[in-house]
């Protein structure tokens, strides 16, 4: 049963243009959400996370927006540069204090079209 | 920058060979992870520790073994590889409390001919 998922595979856009990547959870105890990005035969780097305190996170171009209610996540990337074009993991932290672990979706490739 | 090294990076090897993937962090964190990727799958969890001498088994069943007999070294062993087995490992690595994002190593893409 998936936890976190993400339910477009792939995605493309302008150069320029806003890019929006979805993320849907169902375990409400979740409490801490990241967004990694991963190019082909690398490990995930991290992009930004969010608390389930707060209903958004900036950090310069990439903002992160959470629905507790909706159970609903997004990244929105402003503006979209050719060097964005990636796969984007959403991934929901869980667990108690001293035994959490991280669980992704399947992620979205995002093509940024020069 | 991530202080987290996983080698190798690349292996290839026949059915039947035991393999030990190596992962070491260098960030003192309690908490390590291996997921297990095929292209267009999420990151399935197959091992994780909480710290020295913890291991547990993770979401997806896996044939590989763990050990923690060190913080910084997170091994992986797979006794008898099969074509199956074919996928991309990755390491991971968290403090122990805190909201805090995993840090990931490079990776290593194993190969079972």
């Known amino acids: 049963d998936q936890q976190v998922k993400q339910n477009s595979p792939s995605l493309s856009v302008q150069e320029g243009r806003i890019s929006i990547l979805n993320c849907d959870y169902t375990n409400s105890m979740f409490d801490y959400f990241l967004w990694y990005k991963k190019y082909p035969a690398e490990g995930p780097t991290f992009l930004i996370s969010i608390s389930s305190i707060k209903d958004k996170n900036e950090d310069g171009r990439f903002t992160v927006f959470l629905n507790k209610s909706a159970k609903h996540l997004s990244l929105h990337i402003v503006p979209s540069q050719p060097g964005d074009s990636a796969v984007y993991f959403c991934?929901?932290?869980?667990?108690?204090?001293?035994?959490?672990?991280?669980?992704f979706g399947t992620g979205t490739r995002l093509k940024v079209l020069a | 920058e991530a202080d987290i090294y996983q080698t190798p990076r690349y292996l290839v090897i026949g059915t039947g060979k035991k393999i030990t993937l190596e992962c070491s962090q260098t960030m003192g964190h309690d908490k390590m992870y291996w997921y297990q990727q095929d292209p267009g799958m999420e990151l399935h969890l197959i091992h994780y520790?909480?710290?020295?001498?913890?291991?547990e088994k993770g979401d997806l069943s896996s044939e590989s073994t763990v050990s923690r007999i060190r913080t910084e070294h997170f091994p992986l062993t797979l006794e008898s590889a099969r074509p199956s087995h074919t996928s991309q490992y990755l390491c991971?690595?968290?403090?122990?409390?805190?909201?805090?994002?995993?840090?990931f190593g490079q990776g290593t893409r194993l190969t079972v001919v």
């Open positions: 991934a929901a932290k869980g667990g108690t204090s001293g035994t959490y672990k991280y669980i």
């Open positions: 520790s909480y710290g020295v001498n913890s291991t």
């Open positions: 991971a690595s968290a403090p122990a409390t805190g909201n805090t994002e995993a840090f």
